[in-house]
């Protein structure tokens, strides 16, 4: 059975930065795209970054591009999203996301069978 955990979250003025971890048991992930997404009060969730575990290809969603980077450490399978220059608007709760395959075009929910329970990040003005 596959386990998400995310961790790190918290409260940042903007302009700050915060590293969220995503702690990943019960499987060899070497073959597994894994995805960082998130939701906003009444609002959808949206996709933020993934990264395809075994080949470290990396994608973002344009709101995050340059200021959010995906990575991962094999040794530990754990996976992160540092995350500098915060806005206010990515106050959301953060889930972390795994599925087998490429992450490569992963961008919608339904492309993810496992999940975390999620992490609150609040930016504040």
């Known amino acids: 059975q596959v386990q998400l955990v995310e961790s790190g979250g918290g409260l940042v003025q903007a302009g700050g930065s915060l590293r969220l971890s995503c702690a990943a048991s019960g499987r060899t992930f070497s073959n597994y795209a894994m995805g960082w997404f998130r939701q906003a009060p009444g609002k959808e969730r949206e996709f933020v970054a993934a990264?395809?575990?075994?080949?470290?290809?990396?994608y973002y969603a344009d709101s995050v591009k340059g200021r959010f980077t995906i990575s991962r450490d094999n040794a530990k399978s754990t996976v992160f999203l540092q995350m500098n220059s915060l806005k206010p608007e990515d106050t959301a709760v953060y889930y972390c996301a795994a599925d087998r395959g490429s992450a490569l075009g992963r961008y919608k929910e339904s492309q993810y069978s496992y999940w975390g329970q999620g992490t609150q990040v609040t930016v504040s003005s």
């Open positions: 990264i395809s575990w075994s080949i470290g290809y990396t």
